[in-house]
């Protein structure tokens, strides 16, 4: 492993900057190697470079390849871990301050996936690690360098999720509602709860969340389950029942109904005809 960690400056300082470097490095796993559960007061981004591996985050569970970045909020208890047969190799930044939840929040919104960040060409990140993992000392230029440096990384992530400044600051109830359900989908989510718990009666939730986008919360939150479904049973060899539980359904028979309902396949008819590399998918 190598690490560059910059101690010249407390963190209570860095915590009242606008948004200050914390850490950055580079990680070559061996198979199963793993790191937590751990809970941060800072903010960290992982790119994956190579291999596969899985993140283990708010009750859901992530399975990465090369290309993927994933996001660990401060305030947020994380695991992840190497594959067994192909490890990963990732490097990462580590960053806080007063600014940094607004922006981590912004790239998080502006992926479908939350926490993860597809198809990065993670190596030009790595690059600018590298240039971190150079430096020598804790001096003030180096403090500088390094901040220069993590500006640089969160400017191209911004700009390689298509980050929509128009309409940010434009947030509503169906915005925070939807954030909220896209982050806790895995939970049992009562839709009249979480509408009280936002300050609003469900049938104004409801109306306000169709008007947005098309759906309903409950709607919304059962089509959301399903498709990240489909990425599991497309990506892993995970059991129908555990994909199942993992999304927050205790009967799998009731899952695997709903699912056929949407998809006009089982869940295992699905993955036999959609997972890369099956036989069903070749068409040569």
Same mark, same amino acid.
């Given at each position: ?5 910059? =101690?010249?400056?407390?963190?209570? *300082?860095?915590?009242?900057?606008? $948004?200050?470097?914390? @850490?950055?490095? %580079?990680?070559?796993? &061996? ?52 594959? =067994?047969?192909?490890?990963?190799? *990732?490097?990462?930044?580590?960053? $806080?301050?007063?600014? @940094?939840?607004? %922006?981590?929040?912004? &790239? ?71 954030? %909220? ?104």
């Amino acid at each position: 492993m190598k690490e560059y960690k910059e =101690t010249q400056h407390s963190l209570i *300082y860095k915590s009242n900057s606008d $948004l200050s470097f914390y @850490s950055a490095g %580079y990680e070559d796993c &061996l198979p199963g190697y793993h790191y937590g559960p751990k809970y941060r007061s800072y903010d960290l981004i992982h790119f994956v470079l190579k291999g596969k591996g899985k993140l283990h985050i708010n009750e859901h569970i992530f399975h990465l390849s090369t290309g993927d970045a994933f996001i660990i909020p401060a305030g947020k208890v994380s695991y992840y871990e190497a594959s =067994t047969d192909d490890p990963w190799s *990732y490097a990462w930044i580590g960053y $806080l301050g007063i600014s @940094s939840q607004t %922006y981590t929040y912004q &790239l998080m919104t502006s992926s479908e996936d939350i926490y993860i960040i597809h198809q990065l060409d993670t190596e030009k990140y790595e690059e600018v690690i590298s240039q971190i993992l150079g430096l020598q000392g804790n001096t003030t230029s180096q403090y500088f360098k390094a901040n220069s440096l993590l500006l640089n990384i969160i400017g191209m992530l911004f700009e390689d999720v298509s980050f929509n400044e128009r309409s940010w600051g434009k947030v509503s109830v169906a915005d925070e509602v939807k954030f %909220y359900l896209d982050t806790n989908y895995s939970e049992k989510i009562v839709i009249k709860d979480l509408a009280k718990s936002f300050g609003v009666h469900p049938n104004y939730l409801s109306r306000i969340f169709s008007e947005k986008f098309g759906y309903s919360p409950k709607h919304y939150l059962l089509k959301l389950k399903l498709k990240k479904a489909c990425r599991l049973l497309m990506t892993t060899g995970l059991p129908v029942s555990v994909i199942a539980g993992s999304l927050g359904f205790e009967d799998q028979l009731a899952f695997s109904k709903l699912f056929k309902k949407e998809f006009s396949l089982s869940p295992t008819e699905y993955r036999k005809y959609n997972r890369p590399g099956s036989l069903a998918n070749d068409k040569s």
